[in-house]
């Protein structure tokens, strides 16, 4: 298994400023993602954290909005850019400790991000 | 592209009643479906991962079945307690190339209310 730490826990932030969201774990995993659960809503993917390069987005989000770093294989951090009302809600972390197909995800708490 | 759907969106039961919950998915190509728990606001707590070559998991009073041929899943919890209560997601691990690897399609939950 593994454990993840995700910071800040929650915030409450003014339009126009930059979040920046930790998570690390505690032990080395091959698969980071990003996860945004908005309000009432279920988990949408905002992109693959690869360790050394540029995160993989998915469609409708980009690297100047949520730019994504990944210095190693236990940590990496997602900053929300820019921040809009629009952009209130739970951001997640995840990871697939293996490369393989019978590898179970774990997430983390979550950030639970207001913009006013 | 993959859909996740579970039905019903909501349920509320006394204590002690059997819960079911279902997860419907369109492509049978997945890699591996995960049940979580996430609590109001909160992060996800895996509670069950079946492999595709399985059928079912259980785990205390949750069993998971699998059938990839109709695309469908279920969640058993037995004699529920309120402290269930809780939003049940599934997740379905998509099959496909490298770069698709690891990426999960989620299901919108299903909100369960247990009344003492």
């Known amino acids: 298994s593994a454990v993840i730490s995700q910071k800040p826990s929650r915030d409450i932030c003014q339009r126009g400023t930059s979040l920046t969201i930790q998570c690390q774990v505690d032990?080395?995993?091959?698969?980071m993602f990003w996860y945004r659960q908005q309000p009432g809503q279920s988990l949408t993917l905002i992109a693959t954290?690869?360790?050394?390069?540029?995160?993989?987005?998915e469609s409708g989000f980009v690297i100047d909005k949520f730019p994504i770093s990944r210095p190693n294989l236990t940590f990496s951090t997602l900053t929300v850019s820019n921040m809009s009302p629009e952009d209130s809600s739970i951001y997640l972390c995840?990871?697939?400790?293996?490369?393989?197909?019978?590898?179970?995800?774990?997430f983390g708490q979550g950030t639970r991000l207001t913009v006013v | 592209k993959q859909e996740v759907t579970q039905i019903p969106a909501a349920l509320s039961v006394p204590e002690g009643e059997n819960l079911v919950l279902n997860c419907s998915f369109t492509?049978?190509?997945?890699?591996?479906l995960q049940w979580f728990r996430q609590d109001p606001g909160k992060g996800l707590t895996s509670l069950l991962l079946?492999?595709?070559?399985?059928r079912e998991q259980t785990s205390g009073r949750l069993n998971a079945s699998l059938d990839k041929s109709s695309g469908r899943s279920t969640l058993y919890i037995a004699a529920s307690q309120p402290g269930d209560s809780a939003t049940y997601l599934c997740?379905?691990?998509?099959?496909?190339?490298?770069?698709?690897?690891?990426?999960?399609?989620f299901g919108a939950g299903t909100q369960v209310v247990v009344t003492p």
């Open positions: 995840s990871v697939l400790p293996r490369f393989r197909e019978n590898t179970e995800a774990f």
């Open positions: 954290a690869n360790q050394g390069s540029e995160a993989t987005y």
């Open positions: 079946i492999q595709s070559s399985q």
């Open positions: 032990s080395q995993v091959t698969m």
């Open positions: 492509d049978s190509a997945i890699y591996n």
């Open positions: 997740a379905a691990l998509l099959s496909g190339t490298t770069d698709s690897w690891g990426k999960f399609q």
